[in-house]
């Protein structure tokens, strides 16, 4: 059991070799991660890779098959969730959102709704609020109860460049002011807020993990992005020496083909960029994101993502 305590550092959540089977299949194996108290943790991964699985492992919502899950005792959790079943058909204000799990005292939702940047939102229909206005109002219901570890999943789904800078913005200043953990989900394999202390890359287990590059010192990267950008988005460039193939198997770069792999598997080549600003504006292997629309900084992230070939996920 892990020990109780509010120290900064301290261990509020740990995955051992955790593994969930689902109708006859692991859909994660292997899982090793822990995430402390002030730390920022972001799981990335391409669809269906075990991101949402391990974060609700990590929590309780999913009893892992294999391996152990230690939280410290009483570990308060605040958890948003990558889809809400919400009835739209029925009127909800933010006010309501608040409460629908429990009652919550007014002061504590007012705190969490200015925290979040929302206060004056208290009356209106969730239904009518913008992408990033929701997400806030997600945020404010997970810290409203004051957890020691928040579970973010895809909280910047369906916001803009500059609203997921804001976003990302918001989710420092919630670790700054609180000191809780945080467990990130990310839908982007490239791109991750530049606080995050480790990135753990999924593929149905660990692919590797490591820090992401800090691209605020890159003079060039803050005249592509924007200096506020720069301090929020850091590029994690990695690549694999194998392919996950549609049946599940695992092509390795030497050609053989193995039905599974496990990190202990020697298979993995990791490359973590600390090293260079040239990972983020190297060789353009045409690398489509998933910001398209973001017409004014198409540039800009195209730049930033210009070594994503290299992420060699099936
Ligand atoms: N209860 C379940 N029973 C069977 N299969 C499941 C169950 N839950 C999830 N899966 C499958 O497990 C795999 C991993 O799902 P998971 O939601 O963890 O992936 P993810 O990395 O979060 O994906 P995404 O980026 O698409 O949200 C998927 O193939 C999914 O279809």
């Known amino acids: 059991m892990l020990s109780p305590a509010n120290a900064k550092g301290e261990r509020l959540v740990s995955l051992e070799d955790v593994g969930v089977l689902r109708g006859g299949r692991w859909l994660v194996r292997g899982v090793e991660f822990s995430v402390s108290r002030g730390e920022i943790v972001t799981l990335i991964g391409p669809n269906g890779s075990g991101k949402s699985t391990s974060a609700k492992a990590a929590i309780g919502v ?3 098959d294999e391996g152990r899950v230690e939280r410290f005792p009483g570990l308060k ?13 029925l009127p909800l204000t933010v006010r309501r959102l ?3 799990t429990g009652p919550l005292p007014e002061r504590d939702m007012q705190a969490a709704l200015e925290a ?17 206005e929701f997400q806030r109002a997600l945020m404010a219901r997970a810290i409203a109860r004051k957890p020691d570890l ?20 918001l989710i420092k200043s919630i670790r700054n002011a609180s000191g809780c953990g945080i467990l990130l989900i990310s839908h982007d394999l490239h791109v991750v807020m530049a606080e995050t202390d480790t990135v753990i890359c999924l593929n149905g287990h660990v692919c590797c993990r490591g820090t992401p590059e800090a691209v605020s010192r890159s003079p060039e990267y803050v005249r592509l992005f924007g200096s506020r950008a720069a301090q929020t988005l850091a590029v994690y460039s990695h690549h694999h020496d194998h392919t996950h193939l ?8 030497d050609g053989s083909v193995t039905d599974h792999c496990h990190p202990e598997d020697g298979h993995h080549a990791h490359e973590h960029a600390h090293d260079s600003h040239e990972h983020a504006h ?18 800009a992230h195209e730049h930033a993502h210009s070594r994503s070939g290299e992420g060699r996920h099936a």
Request: without cysteine; proline residues 5%; aromatic residues 4%.
């Open 77 to 89: 959790v605040g958890y948003v969730p990558q889809k809400l079943s919400i009835d739209w058909t």
């Open 62 to 64: 999913l009893k892992p």
């Open 116 to 132: 979040a940047g929302i206060a004056h939102m208290i009356g209106a229909e969730v239904q009518h609020l913008s992408g990033g």
């Open 98 to 100: 608040m409460t629908l």
């Open 246 to 253: 549609p049946d599940g198997r695992v092509l390795h770069a």
């Open 282 to 299: 190297g060789q353009d292997h045409g690398h489509a994101h998933a910001h398209d629309d973001h017409h004014e900084h198409d540039h």
């Open 150 to 169: 928040l579970v973010l999943d895809e909280p910047v789904q369906g916001v803009d460049f500059s609203g997921e800078i804001a976003l990302y913005d």
